[in-house]
């Protein structure tokens, strides 16, 4: 949503408010070298104080918060000022973290912000990104974006790639005027997961101004680190005292139909009625549950059209709330995502996925299910990133009800490295043999590799049962990606035999294998 232009006199005080902070913070903060990790500090808001979520910037807040600025270019000039300034100011107090934004143009009239929509592309839009990394381990994180216009986009990080199906609660406002674009940001801490005991956090912010074609970073500006490349985030202090609330959030859902049918030869009126719930609970900071019953996917987004001109199944991401949360401790080295300075997931087109949720509520011959019921726990144990899944879906007429099961976890080695574990089932309740699918994987990352180059390689082991033959099961895979300036390169090696089929999981096309400089 965007807030329009109003009286003369706050604009002047916006203005004459952020300019006179614009020169300290551009002159308080110096160049960094490309390795240095840069801070800033919260603002931590006294009792009484308040945010009205305008995107004017003008509470006193603002004035207290020291910006983080001097952004440097990624592009076109790399290691140069950014040419349009922007400054960030972070506040909080026990429930909530705020953002002010402020991205000044020397031309605002030439700003880009076609995209409204939730989540779209701004591949054509001025913006504003940043990332979150609360458990400050280089791994796992949070990414927003924002255009002029108001439209917001977020997505979680892994090391294995992104979900940007997923949507977090949170709110803000975009201004324009004559200095440029403002933003208000408002993001609830029971929004996010992090270790209360930890009040540094990993940021990193960017920004990119279309008409120049040019994206300036805060931290990390050679252009073999950037956004992404958590482990290249600056720093957020201060943040303590702060709460998740009670950790206990409640969705219950009643459904209540009427249809009328009259001269159908059946009953002129039909009524049926549903009701489910939804619970999410953290045991502990760093651990979250979720418990679904008669689960209600009424208000899950629809997919968008695809039409299929190949001889391969198409692939649709999974859009319920409920496999979303928490979704990359479910993620696998064989989803072949992998960051660079160009793209941030260089997989090809052969999906191999051991676990793609949307495969729970679907019969064997693609008919909905319902669920009656589903469990979730996902977070940190100790040194471990741990996934563990159980839903059963209801039968009737021709379908049978199932039984789903998948268990992950990936033990925490080094600063970007971990070696996993995965396993799936899937089991019919009343006859049938139950299908197993397991894996080993591991990822071995350096951002220091001869000093300062970025260095990956991945290794991964499938085994898929089958009714039919114990032969032809297995899928495997290695990588090896220097992905740096001026020299970037991949080699990689995938078989999929022809008779691996995951039951819980997506492949693409079988009995090949492929070689990839």
Do not use: C
């Amino acid at each position: 949503m965007t807030t329009v232009r109003s009286g003369v006199s706050r604009s002047l005080l916006i203005t004459a408010l952020l300019f006179a902070g614009a020169p300290s913070a551009w002159a308080r903060q110096a160049v960094p070298e490309s390795g240095d990790r840069r801070s800033v500090t919260a603002f931590r808001m006294a009792d009484g104080d308040s945010i009205e979520l305008d995107g004017r910037l003008d509470e006193a807040v603002w004035a207290n918060a020291v910006p983080a600025a001097n952004f440097i270019q990624i592009d076109p000039a790399n290691g140069q000022p950014a040419t349009e300034p922007t400054e960030v100011r972070i506040a909080f107090d026990s429930d909530t973290l705020y953002m002010g934004v402020t991205a000044y143009d020397s031309e605002p009239d030439k700003l880009l912000g076609f995209q409204r929509r939730r989540d779209e592309g701004l591949g054509s839009d001025d913006r504003f990104m940043w990332i979150i990394d609360t458990f400050l381990d280089g791994r796992t994180g949070y990414f927003f974006e924002m255009n002029p216009s108001g439209l917001i986009a977020d997505a979680l990080l892994g090391l294995n790639g992104q979900n940007r199906q997923w949507d977090g609660i949170w709110n803000a406002r975009a201004r324009r005027s004559e200095i440029g674009w403002t933003l208000e940001i408002e993001i609830p801490f029971r929004t996010l997961n992090f270790n209360p005991d930890n009040d540094t956090w990993g940021i990193n912010f960017q920004r990119t101004v279309r008409r120049k074609n040019e994206e300036s970073i805060w931290n990390g500006w050679a252009r073999n680190q950037g956004l992404r490349r958590m482990n290249n985030a600056g720093l957020v202090t201060g943040i303590r005292d702060v709460t998740q609330g009670r950790g206990l959030d409640i969705k219950p859902y009643g459904l209540f139909t009427s249809d009328a049918s009259p001269g159908s030869g059946s009953a002129a009126t039909n009524f049926d009625a549903s009701t489910g719930v939804d619970l999410f609970y953290n045991p502990t900071p760093l651990l979250r549950t979720n418990l679904t019953i008669n689960t209600d996917f009424a208000q899950t987004e629809v997919d968008q059209r695809q039409v299929n001109l190949t001889r391969f199944s198409l692939f649709f991401q999974e859009q319920r709330d409920f496999f979303l949360d928490g979704a990359t401790f479910f993620d696998f080295a064989s989803t072949g995502g992998q960051q660079n300075f160009f793209h941030y997931d260089r997989g090809s087109n052969d999906r191999i996925l051991p676990f793609h949720s949307r495969r729970i509520g679907l019969s064997a011959d693609r008919a909905p299910q319902k669920i009656d019921f589903g469990t979730k726990i996902t977070g940190q144990m100790g040194g471990q990133d741990v996934g563990l899944l159980h839903v059963r879906t209801g039968g009737g007429e021709d379908l049978l009800s199932e039984d789903f099961t998948v268990a992950r976890v990936k033990r925490r080695l080094l600063r970007q490295s971990y070696v996993g574990a995965m396993y799936t089932r899937r089991d019919p309740r009343e006859g049938g043999d139950a299908q197993h699918t397991t894996g080993l994987d591991a990822r071995f990352s350096t951002s220091s590799f001869l000093g300062s180059e970025n260095l990956d390689t991945t290794f991964w082991l499938l085994h898929a049962t089958n009714d039919e033959t114990s032969s032809g099961n297995v899928a495997y895979g290695a990588s090896l990606n220097y992905p740096n300036d001026r020299w970037n390169a991949q080699f990689g090696a995938t078989e999929v035999q022809e008779n691996f089929t995951p039951d819980v999981g997506f492949v693409t096309r079988r009995a090949f294998r492929k070689y990839s400089p």
